[in-house]
């Protein structure tokens, strides 16, 4: 099982990206799913979560800009970032809670980083 993000690259400011992670391999259910962040010199943060049935929760600082959906029958998950600022540039991480086959309990998984440049 492995979660692979891509869609990072550089952006002006007050433009937009959009994340995608997709989850693959022998998987039972995947409960959240949600999107992380991590700029240099600081620690990994919370940026969106979502629920298999919908429900979001963004961190402060993206609430407005920033919306996270999900598709459940692809198992993927989206983050399409609008207005950026230059303050968002970071690492950007997916996370899965995910059960595999085989497994009796979901797991936290994560993709690798996908680095989202907000520069002019």
């Known amino acids: 099982v492995q979660l692979q993000a891509s869609g990072g690259g550089l952006v002006q400011p007050g433009g937009s990206l959009r994340l995608s992670c997709a989850a693959s391999g022998s998987i039972v259910s995947i409960n959240v799913m949600g999107w992380y962040r991590q700029a240099p010199g600081k620690q990994r943060e919370l940026v969106a979560t979502?629920?298999?049935?919908?429900?979001?929760n963004y961190t402060d600082s993206v609430n407005g800009r920033f919306t996270i959906s999900r598709d459940n029958a692809k198992n993927a998950v989206y983050l399409q970032m609008s207005s950026l600022k230059p303050e968002d540039t970071a690492a950007y991480y997916c996370?899965?809670?995910?059960?595999?086959?085989?497994?009796?309990?979901?797991?936290?998984?994560w993709g690798q980083g996908t680095l989202v440049t907000v520069s002019s």
């Open positions: 979502i629920g298999r049935g919908g429900n979001v």
């Open positions: 996370n899965a809670a995910l059960r595999p086959s085989g497994a009796y309990y979901h797991v936290a998984f």
